[in-house]
């Protein structure tokens, strides 16, 4: 099954190598990865999504925490929490089209970002699932190119 | 029973008690040397840090990008440097110092192609839990990415094989980055930590100022075991009926052997070591079972196999151990103690975690049996055990071999008898000579049998040997060799000479890779691949070349003198033991099979005869007297055959005579 790993780690150079080269040592693919400072400069966040099962989970998380650059991994995946990916979707848009290409990306909140003779660039964010519906809606279109950030993600914990 | 937490806690109230702090700090001055406060070259500055460590003997070979370290070592009064004849056996030797002494071991080569030669010792370190640091020379940080002469990343290229590393990137981390890297290497799981000092700040300016303390917040490795998963272990060896102390490394590395021997004889617990936990358990014992695993004794196998409870005080549940998975000790429980939380539940699920420092936790576990007034309940499983002892002994005398040639395990037998189980180190190399060692050299105390277990590196042990004789002066050290494997590092020998080391090594030599020989001779229809070594160099003329003393033997008559010789000389010694190339590492579990599908145990219930040998070892090209004459004339894979056969002498005759 897929599991959310946010890690945080010290942001030094090399980090990243070290977190994502020990994952994919231990038979692990990355099916999605961001980075990013996080509030404490002198840290990163690194959002990975890998897929696998609960032993060899623990066992990537073990091995992981055992890293001297890491400090803390939260599990994401199962706590409801919140999740956010952003997608650039250049679809074919001939001018009688376009109106109806931009009321599907109002619908999903999307923002048009770039307008071309015969084609419309829209940016959109939001969980897989939404992301995906507003794909498939496109695809009728035509895409010509998507570009799509790793998954980050942030518990929903309101303890503070 | 009603026990508080608090009370199980007293425990660990003993002085023995060791904290991630205590275990870390500075054996030397720290921030106390006279060199504090100074103004220096960062070059200056590496050599004081390693005096400030406590450092005493480091390992090296130098080049333009340390050029400048060891100028600096140059001064030092400290550090003695021993110069090795290749990196890798730089390393090596540090590693023989740090499993020998229990102190990290340190090395310092150049950039390039010195730091790549280390990849392989770092690489054996790491897998054995070996605390190291590695100092590299790099390129000057300009030049850093620009494929300059002699550069190499070797903090990317070594990334998996060590615990931590750092690229040095000013000289106001230098000594911090030194403390944090003894720090690391030597607590929790120990390991290599490799320094990589571009050279320009070898040549900077700098202020000494060195830390005594140190401040890693995602570095904290859990020393002090759960109280309460302490009491329910307890309530398992209770109940136990057919419990069995599985011995690992950490057992050695937690210096826990006194504990081990504590909880084994309080609850009469048989125990079995593995390669890495050899020592931490004394062979005089009668509870010590000797090894387990892939050419371990029958009756540790089968124990392991039909235990109730298997408590794994620092060991890992290697695949050499182990077996097929599936299979074994399939109604076990298990009580898993180890500093490294990943270890636990990776291989075989425990039903008692324990996350912890070994001493501390088998002293807990200890105080609460006797709290509990625990009584040992194994009687029956110990006298069950002796039966199988009895009945499948790991040699015979009266096993039939070819009189005119010395036998492996005989030697190994004699070797052990002359040396004194307690004060003698004995390092191995990789192969069948490393398994008969294993089997047969007996050993009191920790520390004083090194082996490459993880890893199997050939070329380790001659080298280790060396770094362990330079840390233990006096010492009676001997590496058991093959002849493979010793012409991986034979280069040492200069080191060793010119040292004044009086290393001892006995080649078990068969002329050949004694141990693929064996899988192909067993596996591989006797399709000999790349695995003779016919023939080898005269190994007495090189000792002789090096300045060391030598002696060739072949005849089973001289073993025994040629091995006093060599164990009362002062000098270097390299002791040439013709073997022959046939003889395979028994009893076998064959690579993928179950523990107890063992292949090659002696059965006295048949005789003094090797039984249980797959169809696929009855040789079909082979010397079949020769092979017979070993397993006392029959094979157990064809028991209805009982037909004559030709002695290995008359086949010798008609091999001689066919030329
Ligand atoms: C560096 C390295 N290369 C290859 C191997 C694979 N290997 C394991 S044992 C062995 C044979 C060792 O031969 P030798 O040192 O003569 O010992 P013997 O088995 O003959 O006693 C080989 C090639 C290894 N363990 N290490
Ligand atoms: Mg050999």
Known sequence: MKHVLSVLVENKPGVLSRVTGLVSRRGFNIESLSVGPVEDPTMSRVTAVVDA???????????LHKLISVHKITDLTDDGAIERELVLFKVNASPERRNEIIEISNIFRGKIVDVGRNSLTIEATGDASKLQGLEDLFRAYGIKEIVRTGKIAMSRNAKD | MTEKISSANDAFKSPAKRTAGSVGAPRGLGSRTEKQGQRMLGAEAVVASLEAEGVDTVFGYPGGQAIKIYDALYDSHQLNHVLARHEQGAVHMADGYARSTGKPGVAIVTSGPGATNTVTGIATAYMDSVPMVV????????????????????????????????????????????????HIATTGRPGPVLIDIPSDLAGSEMVFEYPDEVNIPSYKPT????????????????????????????????????????????????????????????????????PVGMHGAKYSNLAMTEADLIIAAGARFSDRVTGKLDRFA???????????????????????????????????????????????????????????????????????????????ERVMMELSRQLDPASSIVVTEVGQH????????????????????????????????????????????????????????????????????PVKVLIMDNRCLGMVHQWQKLFYDE??????????????????????EGKRIMHPDEVEGAIAEMLASEKPYLLDVAISREQNVYPMVAPGSALDDIMGAIDVAVGAVRTDMPASAVPQTSPCATIDAQFGGRWEAQPGDTGERMSAEEFQAEKEGAR
């Open chain 1, 53 to 63: 099962d609960d032993v060899a989970y623990e066992q990537i998380t073990k091995q």
């Open chain 2, 135 to 182: 100092i590299t020379g790099q390129v000057p940080r300009a030049v850093i990415g620009t494929d300059s002469f002699q550069e190499s990343d070797i903090v990317g290229i070594t990334m998996p094989v060590v615990k931590h590393s750092f690229l040095l990137q000013s000289t106001d981390e230098l000594t911090t980055t030194f403390r944090e890297a003894f």
């Open chain 2, 223 to 290: 020393y002090r075991g759960n109280a309460k998963q302490i009491r329910a272990a307890c309530r398992l060896i209770e109940e136990a009926e057919r419990p069995v102390l599985y011995v690992g490394g950490g057992c050695v590395i937690s210096d826990a052997s006194e504990e081990v021997v504590r909880l084994a004889n309080l609850m009469r617990i048989p125990v079995v070591t593995t390669l890495m936990g050899k020592g931490a358990f004394p062979k005089s014992d009668p509870l010590n079972l000797g």
């Open chain 2, 330 to 408: 399939p109604n076990a429980k298990v009580i898993h103690i180890d500093i490294d939380p990943a270890e636990i539940g990776k291989i075989r699920e425990a039903q008692v975690p324990i996350v912890g420092d070994l001493k501390g936790v088998l002293q807990g576990l200890i105080s609460q049996l006797e709290k509990d007034d625990a009584h040992p309940n194994t009687q029956t499983w110990l006298a069950e055990i002796d039966q199988w002892r009895d009945r499948f002994p790991i040699y015979h005398p009266g096993l039939k071999d070819a009189e005119d040639e010395i036998v492996p």
């Open chain 2, 434 to 501: 490393q398994m008969w060692a294993h089997q047969f050299i007996d050993r009191e105390k920790p520390r004083t049998f090194l082996s490459s277990g993880g890893l199997g590196t050939m070329g380790f042990g001659f080298p280790a040997a060396v770094g362990a004789a330079i840390a233990n002066p006096g010492a009676q050290v001997v590496c058991i060799a093959g002849d493979g494997s010793f012409q991986m590092n034979s280069q040492e020998m200069a080191t060793a000479a010119i040292n004044g080391v």
């Open chain 2, 527 to 548: 399709r000999y691949s790349q695995t003779l070594l016919e023939p080898n160099p005269d190994f007495v003329k090189l000792a002789d070349a090096y300045g060391w």
